[in-house]
């Protein structure tokens, strides 16, 4: 039954477990508070005590609002993986590449554990990363990387681990989260709303990577890899943000029954050739009484349907130091426990390598945006291209000056048809000069 | 690191898990037939094969649509304890005490793990049962005896083990939540919704312990002791069950923005001689806003607020064969990777053992329901105790004949107050003849 060092550490026979932590920012201070907070019940359900004993940062002097001096030092963060005083290396440095990359390759070969938040070099490393994992037998835990305080990762490894999942979506970055849900309250646009979530800490300097999807980019592939038993294959997550939104669609979407949401999707689809691995991140119309619909401010949700356990909700804090520890923490107790494994819940070799999958046959419902010049014959060219492309129209609004400086949006939905030919669509429509910009296409998920 | 057993499974130097499954109705089929749907996929992931190699059930000739024929049979279950090929006893039979106790006795005499979906038998003998299992060094898992599919045992064991949590609260009982909204989607009363719901097999022939609260209480005590690490304490908790809902009870919450639903919810809280614990199953008025208000049919969800991690919420199917077998075989995958530990989350040593806490100085707003007699006087003696009990009223309504059975109902909403005050308000009534039946209490939940 191979259960005698789980107990063994259980009854507290074993020594502490000695933890490097690299990176001492927000989430780096909360896990050495989190640490201290929670010292007594952490040992007990442990089953050993967890000890910090080195760190290594930017600065050494810098005030955290912790006490590091009872931990040894390092001015090169890559000692962590080498020194015999640690058992598990905590990488919150943060990069897909980089110190963080050097330090993790750096942990294992030094035979210790590594337990990340760093979502970006998991996407991008993650694989590497297993087989030196595999390879040593030491761990690889990357709770906090995905969805911040929800256990997420925990869940599709130990949770749903019986199951084929069907599909694992939901809302996964709570930048654009807060920006879309606040848009929503104020009927203010993107751009100020942008600017007040910066002034509130709920977006960064640079929010490129949330804005443009690539941040929940992230999270979704580690999420399909463990969900479908697939290869990381981050590369061919097809991403759009949700910079072209605007406080017209928001309202449009509105008066339709629907919010609108940045949606991170997987799934596997059978294309000619074989199963294929569709991944998503864009934003959507989600139906108001959808579980996703009441998810709002920075929270994240995960849905995963299995094909026994049916549609799981898994909701919380997406984000914040405190949540984010809690993810670091639950997977230290987790190798203090001896509870380790495959980190993408199955050996390497095992991961199937798919394509990526051809979306253009999906059937959906889809929301349309276009902003126009208002003058004669505009509709029935826009009309006709739905027609040439066979897309049949549900319903269609035409929303005068007074919109969004003045010009003239026509917003329309589809009836469920194949997104190819919603792309025909677009396509027969490009460089009219009836169109005063991009279209915006938002598929509806009901 | 004590890994090396975990990867030596994951990596299949080891020899398949034999599962021995007392009790063949829909979730020992359900096993039965997820184990060989999902067979490749459970070995990858488990790192190993799972084979059933014996069964036990009441007749063996039944047709229950999976083939047995395979199996070695037990006519006597307990048998399947010591048997040399059962590596993991699954005990499907139900129950808290009898056959089902007596053959988890036997698996942990036998040296078997044991995963069961018992929540009656986990709730009553629970301590007794994890002892063994700690003495044996052997596995005792019941993910499946709480919120069906939900992998909440596993989401308080590993997911917020880092934390110290506040409150852990949901809705447990699939049945209590199909009726209650039921009568909100079609305004009928509680004894003709019972009648469809049984009907529909959402609800058994004898409902007793689904809508008396005891099969939700059962699964909050479980839940208490891994979320707090306390002994376990069924007898304590306060259960109140939906039978005294009315429709007229329905639509007043609507009218005040709430919905009706059964929660059973735990905290510790400090008392004059220390921390005790707080245990309920009560219909509850829940804000329309509140993530718990849109779970709706026989769906269950859980919130855990931990000190770090914020509020989680856990939600989906709360029963049926397929969830309650993908719980059932996500234990068994914990166990054939080695991912075996205290079942509680802390040794059985080292649970609190906390007394039960006074309820009555809780604040809480009130939703009161008074049926009375259409005569002068009525409200002013309800009014006069409130005053004399210091309940503060917020909102009255007062609804003439027309309503349930040409009765007049009396609600009302206080404002926040001890809850003593409320019980000492309706103490003063008791035995009024100006009330027609006893009043309805619901505690609101914003």
Redesign the interface.
Not at 44 to 47: I, L, P, V
Not at 158 to 164: F, I, L, V
């Given at each position: 039954?191979?259960?005698?060092?789980?107990?063994s550490?259980?009854?507290?026979n074993?020594s502490p477990l000695r933890i490097g932590i690299a990176g001492l920012g927000t989430v780096g201070a909360?896990v050495i508070r989190?640490l201290e907070?929670?010292r007594e019940?952490?040992a007990?359900?442990?089953?050993r005590a967890i000890e910090v004993t080195a760190v290594s940062a930017r600065e050494r002097g810098k005030d955290r609002g912790v006490d590091i001096s009872g931990f040894a030092w390092e001015d090169d963060m890559t000692a962590l993986g080498s020194r015999q005083d640690v058992?598990v290396v905590v990488e919150l440095v943060g990069g897909s590449d980089g110190p963080a990359l050097t330090l993790s390759r750096a942990a294992f070969a030094g035979?210790k554990?590594l337990v990340t938040a760093n979502k970006a070099m998991v996407a991008h490393h993650g694989l590497e990363l297993a087989k030196a994992a595999?390879a040593g037998?030491?761990?690889l835990k990357f709770e906090a990387a995905v969805a911040g305080?929800?256990?997420v990762v925990?869940?599709l490894r130990?949770?749903?681990?019986?199951?084929?999942l069907t599909k694992v979506y939901g809302i996964l970055n709570g930048t654009c989260n807060y920006i879309l849900t606040t848009m929503e309250a104020t009927g203010a646009d993107f751009a100020e709303t942008l600017v007040e979530a910066q002034a509130l800490g709920y977006a960064e300097a640079d929010p490129t990577f949330d804005i443009e999807g690539v941040d929940a980019a992230h999270k979704l592939a580690i999420l399909a890899t463990i969900g479908f038993?697939v290869e990381l294959d981050f590369a061919n997550v097809v991403t759009t943000g949700i910079v072209a939104v605007r406080a017209a669609d928001i309202a449009q979407a509105d008066a339709l029954g629907f919010v609108i949401r940045l949606i991170a999707e997987a799934d596997v689809q059978q294309d000619a050739d074989g199963p294929k691995l569709l991944q998503r991140v864009r934003p959507c119309l989600v139906a108001k009484?959808h579980?996703l619909a009441?998810v709002d401010g920075p929270t994240n949700?995960v849905v995963a349907e299995?094909?026994?356990?049916?549609?799981?909700?898994?909701?919380?804090?997406g984000a914040?130091d405190?949540?984010t520890?809690?993810?670091v923490?639950?997977d230290?107790?987790?190798?203090a426990?001896?509870?380790?494994?495959?980190p993408f819940?199955?050996?390497i070799a095992?991961l199937a390598s798919l394509g990526p999958a051809q979306p253009g046959g999906r059937m959906e419902r889809t929301y349309l945006r276009f902003t126009v010049n208002d003058r004669p014959g505009v509709l029935a060219e826009i009309t006709a291209a739905m027609r040439d492309a066979n897309v049949s129209i549900e319903s269609l609004i035409q929303k005068g000056r007074g919109g969004d400086d003045g010009e003239v949006l026509v917003a329309m939905v589809t009836h469920e048809g194949p997104e190819a030919n919603v792309a025909r669509a677009v396509e027969l429509l490009d460089g009219s000069d009836s169109l005063t910009g991009e279209p915006l296409v938002l598929p509806i998920i009901a």
């Open positions: 039954m191979q259960t005698t060092t789980n107990w550490a259980l009854l507290g074993t909360g989190l907070t929670n019940l952490i007990a359900r442990a089953g058992d035979g554990g595999e037998g030491l761990a305080g929800i256990p925990k869940g130990e949770g749903t681990s019986a199951n084929q038993g009484n579980p009441p949700a299995g094909n026994f356990s049916g549609r799981l909700l898994f909701q919380g804090p914040g405190g949540p520890a809690s993810a923490v639950a230290i107790i987790d190798i426990r001896g509870d380790v494994g495959a819940s199955m050996p095992q």
